[in-house]
């Protein structure tokens, strides 16, 4: 049977990236409140310890919060891609650009479209 990859499943590893999501988010303790909240999973949709708050396990075990949570958190409290951006970046160069570096321009809060021959995405009203 084949082995996975995987180099670790947690101890500092795991921790570090907690923490540089955590800075990514606006600071640690502004991620800590979000995955505290009585919430459920943005990435599984199970719940994080409904009213008892979040980081607990199905069975109520305290701190339990899996690595795909912290990113979509992370994710939802990254700051808005300025409509500028898109009106002087070219569609070529975010061709260019990789997932990391796309996911650190921030997040979309509006809608955006490119049509035949465009050669920049516009803001759709």
Known sequence: MARPRVGSGGGLAALTYVLRKGREAGGLLRLYR????????????L??????????NEVGHFPEVCKKSVQAQAGDMAGAIAEDFFRTTPLARLERLG???LERLG???????AGPGDTHFRRVS
Do not use: D, H, I, Y
Not at 47 to 56: A, T
């Open 107 to 113: 997040r979309l809060v509006f809608p955006v479209v």
């Open 34 to 45: 979000r995955l505290r909240s009585r919430n459920a999973c943005k990435t599984c949709g």
């Open 47 to 56: 719940g994080m310890g409904g009213q008892l708050g979040g980081m607990r």
């Open 99 to 101: 997932s990391r570096e």
